[in-house]
């Protein structure tokens, strides 16, 4: 689903590599924990999959598209196919959670009646059933970052990337949020989730990528936050 | 991107950017104002050059006892038979003359005297010191140097003169009139690019939020620049609505109403722009204003939103 082949990227010439030469394939409906500390590379990686940016060198393929071959006018359709969620929400503060939510759908043209069929759909796949209408500085922050992840789902894409979903949030609430995040990928979804959370991942056990200094230092399935050494 | 959303985001917009909005109607509907001034002015040139020229005469004034300067005239006033020579001159120079008739100097104190019935200087004037004329009406009006050429020396004339000149002098007038208001014109369509310039990357920056999300999702490029320049459309047609409210009334109570009226009792020279002329340059100020705000939105949008 997600390719990179000797990916390599700098912001600018003078800089040091954010990315240097990363080989990574993440199959369709994989659950993958991209780890390490700030400033490793995690958040440059996910920019890369959804053409925040262009790499300095290495091909990148998401969903069938060849990111380098893919015309400027044809991003958009590339990012119809990944949904999005951020550690700071990014929620419309004037709009109702049902709002911001119907707001993807009306964006892309859908009809009402898909509106309403699917936003709440979406709101009972996160736990917010019943709270379509407050707004959002009535919920708590894991109410918020639900939303945001019904925002991302709405649309039913491929493909989720989580950039430190759980940063903001005490370490409960983040465990509900990756639980949510695993029942999306159990139906089918490709998730990857950038994380420094060290309880979230040693918790739920699946594929860990760890980076440092751009490079990727390990590849494990089922692993831990940190590289268990055998005795 | 439905069309009531779309509707729906336009008129958000323009609720949270009000004053810029209001802003930008104002100054589209001065500049196309001025525009439609200065078109007006150059189809009243035009309208008048034609009629005008056609109507004004070359005249020859005959002598009256006191042109003495001029060559014809040093035998003091002019004599009856100068004055026959002088119109069998001029039936030989058909077709160029295609019509002229005699005003007799009881006929030209009358008109002096009418013209300046309110004036004092008229008890000074003596009667005999009015000259009798010839009025001319030419089939080329350019070609007015051949009266000149042929009756400037002639005995009992004094002075040929052509109203052209005169009526030249007030198109140069109205010709000025309508260039300056061009040159504001374009002075205040430059500041109606550089305001919208600025509305957009306002209006960008106040809704920064939405268009990032709607970049994420993937709306295309088109879909999220679209109510930005909506808007923009908008404001461009109000204000070019209120440039030409306010240019028709200039035209029906100013021109048709009040100078028309004004001028109607004088010479019957008038012909003036109407609102038949108005109609004819309104598509054009509409069409115009709808082209500035489009390519003005669009370049700032390039600049400003990122998608």
């Known amino acids: 689903m997600i390719t990179m082949e000797r990916v390599s990227l700098r912001y600018a010439k003078a800089d040091p590599w954010a990315l240097d030469e990363v080989d990574l394939d993440v199959r369709r409906g994989e659950f993958c924990f991209v780890v390490g500390e700030s400033g490793s590379g995690k958040s440059s990686l996910l920019r890369l999959v959804i053409l925040e940016q262009r790499p300095t060198r290495g091909r990148v393929l998401v969903a069938g598209h060849d990111l380098g071959e893919l015309a400027p006018r044809r991003v958009h359709l590339l990012r119809r196919q990944i949904g999005t969620v951020f550690q700071d929400f990014r929620l419309l503060s004037g709009k109702t959670v049902h709002q911001n939510v119907a707001y993807v759908l009306q964006v892309l043209g859908a009809s009402r009646h898909e509106i309403r069929q699917r936003v709440p759909e979406t709101l009972d796949l996160v736990g917010l059933q019943g709270k379509g209408r407050r707004l959002p500085h009535e919920l708590s ?16 894409p491929p493909i989720l990337l989580a950039d430190e979903p759980t940063g903001n949030l005490d370490p409960d609430t983040s465990e509900e949020i990756v639980a949510i995040l695993d029942r ?17 991942v040693d918790h739920f056990r699946k594929r860990v990528v760890q980076l440092q200094d751009g490079q990727v230092v390990r590849d494990q399935a089922e692993g831990g936050y940190r590289q268990v050494v055998a005795p | 991107m439905r069309p009531g959303f779309l509707l729906g985001e336009v008129g958000n917009g323009l609720r949270r950017n009000f004053s810029m909005f209001v802003s930008v109607v104002l100054v589209t509907m001065v500049s196309l104002f001025f525009l439609g001034v200065g078109l007006l002015a150059q189809a009243q040139v035009s309208t008048a050059k034609g009629e005008w020229y056609d109507r004004v005469q070359v ?3 005959l002598c009256t006892p006191d042109s003495t300067d001029a060559p014809g005239c040093t035998a ?93 002098r007030l198109f140069a007038f109205l010709g ?24 957009i990357r306002l209006t960008a920056w106040t809704r920064r939020k939405e268009t990032a999300i709607q970049r994420m999702v993937g709306a295309s490029a088109f879909s999220i620049r679209l109510p930005f320049i909506l808007e923009t ?8 609505a209120l440039a030409v409210a306010l240019l028709w009334a200039t035209v029906r109570f100013g021109i048709t109403g009040f100078l028309s009226e004004l001028l109607a009792g004088e010479s019957g020279l008038v012909s003036l722009v109407g609102e038949r002329d108005l109609w004819l340059i309104t598509p054009f100020l509409v069409g115009g204003a709808v082209l500035l705000a489009v390519v003005t939105a669009w370049t700032a949008l390039r600049r400003h939103v990122r998608v």
Request: hydrophobic share 45%; proline share 4%; charged share 20%.
């Open chain 1, 184 to 200: 999306i990928n159990r139906a089918g979804t490709t998730v990857v989730m950038a994380t420094h959370d060290t309880t979230i």
């Open chain 2, 233 to 240: 459309v908008v404001a461009a047609l109000l204000g070019a």
């Open chain 2, 76 to 168: 003091g006033a002019v004599t009856p038979e100068q004055r026959d020579q002088i119109e069998s001159d001029l039936q030989g120079l058909e077709p160029l003359v295609t019509e002229y008739f005699y005003e007799s100097n009881a006929e030209a104190y009358d008109r002096f005297t009418e013209q300046f019935r309110n004036s004092s200087a008229l008890e000074s004037v003596p009667q005999e010191s009015i000259p009798a004329s010839f009025r001319v009406n030419l089939s080329d009006p350019s070609r007015y140097d051949v009266i000149r050429a042929a009756f400037e020396q002639a005995p009992g004339v004094d002075s040929v003169e052509d109203q052209r000149e005169v009526v030249d």
């Open chain 2, 176 to 199: 000025a009139l309508s260039w300056g208001a061009l040159a504001l014109a374009v002075a205040m369509v430059v500041c109606a690019v550089l305001l919208i310039s600025t509305t």
């Open chain 1, 141 to 156: 922050g894991g109410e918020q970052q639900r939303v945001a992840i019904a925002r991302a789902m709405v649309n039913k």
């Open chain 2, 59 to 61: 005249s020859i004034f």
